[in-house]
């Protein structure tokens, strides 16, 4: 069983930054796809970025880009989520996810929640305004 554990959450004005990790088990981390996604309250899942088995493609909502970078380091079995220029509408309860492969197709293919085998129990972004 794949265990996924998020880090990194809390309080932040708008404009400041986060960087959240997502740790986790497994001796082929590499081998799969992960991903960043966001609950808000009274919303639904939405996905925010994702990146490949290898590091070398990385995927991104558009109200996200050019502000959030998604990385990972294979050495350490963990993929990090950088959130620059935060705004209060980036509140939400922020989870990893592994893919069921090693890479996308396309944003489009990476962004639906059935290509995700597991998931972390998320950590809380608040932004202040």
Do not use: H
């Not at 939400?92 to 592994?98: E, G, H, I, K, P």
């Amino acid at each position: 069983q794949v265990q996924l554990v998020e880090s990194g959450g809390g309080l932040v004005q708008a404009g400041g930054s986060l960087r959240l990790s997502c740790a986790a088990s497994g001796r082929t981390f590499s081998s799969y796809a992960m991903a960043w996604f966001r609950q808000a309250p009274g919303k639904e899942r939405e996905f925010v970025a994702a990146i490949s088995g290898g590091g070398g493609k990385t995927y991104y909502a558009d109200d996200v880009t050019g502000r959030f970078t998604i990385s990972r380091d294979n050495t350490k079995n963990t993929v990090y989520l950088q959130m620059n220029s935060l705004k209060p509408e980036d509140t939400a309860v922020y989870s990893c996810a592994r893919a069921r492969g090693a890479i996308f197709i396309s944003t489009g293919q990476a962004l639906g929640t059935i290509q995700y085998a597991y998931w972390g129990q998320g950590t809380q972004v608040t932004v202040s305004s």
